[in-house]
């Protein structure tokens, strides 16, 4: 078993599957909600399951939740459970708070009460699915804030045989290539002469607008 332990609060969907993963990766995960059918089922997945209302301070401190390392707040269908949770643990000390947030203003309000991480699984879910329907070189990204991100992409056409300084895409679009995958090989942090090939893949860093525009890219 690895060293990290996760509690997730809320088995909807996105906990149930952020349990499964977690523990699939080796973790010990503690999984929390109200509904004793849900902590039931997921049983035997999670490391240990509660049924327990996580807006309970007394709760919390009983199941010894600031000595996790993270504490991931998912839950879904309760907005006002959903903040009042994140605040109760990070006023009992939890060393990192992640909460998923339905909306922006929502996320809004979590990041003003200290929530280390927000998250948007719809959004970013959603954001991910159209750029694979519009483009044959995009493979995965990750959202860093609402406005910046990294991709993974296959070079595009127009790109092929040319250097990163030809291209200019931190001037053009304020993206920066972190990498560059080459078959087996891995170039970090490329100089600005490095061409890029045919099956080349790009790890690239920026504003999302930057980001949408390079891989809608042919």
């Known amino acids: 078993m690895k060293d ?15 349990i499964k993963e977690l523990s699939r990766m080796g973790f010990e995960v503690l999984a929390i909600d109200v509904d004793e059918e849900k902590v039931n089922d997921i049983i035997g997945i999670a490391t240990h399951a509660v049924q327990a209302d996580a807006m309970d301070e007394g709760t919390l401190n009983a199941l010894g939740i600031r000595n996790f390392d993270t504490v991931i707040v998912a839950i879904g269908d309760n907005v006002q459970a959903n903040i009042l949770t994140t605040i109760i643990l990070k006023e009992i000390g939890v060393k990192k708070v992640v909460a998923k947030a ?7 309000v979590l990041e003003k009460i200290g929530t280390d991480v927000v998250i948007y699984p719809e959004r970013d879910m959603a954001i991910k699915l159209a750029r694979s329907l519009v483009s044959h070189n995009f493979l995965e990204q990750i959202n860093l804030s609402p406005e ?6 296959f070079t595009p056409r127009i790109f092929r045989n040319k250097s990163l300084a030809d291209i200019g895409l931190r001037k053009n679009m304020r993206v920066t290539v972190l990498a560059i995958r080459r078959g087996n090989d891995i170039i970090v ?25 390079l891989s809608s890219l042919e």
């Open 189 to 213: 942090t490329p100089v600005p002469e490095e061409k890029l090939y045919e099956g080349d893949i790009l790890v690239a860093l920026g504003h999302n607008d930057g980001l949408e525009q």
């Open 102 to 108: 339905q909306n922006a203003l929502h996320g809004k």
């Open 4 to 18: 990290k332990q996760f509690a997730v609060i809320g088995i909807g969907r996105f906990g149930e599957s952020l």
């Open 148 to 153: 910046f991100g990294i991709i993974e992409l």
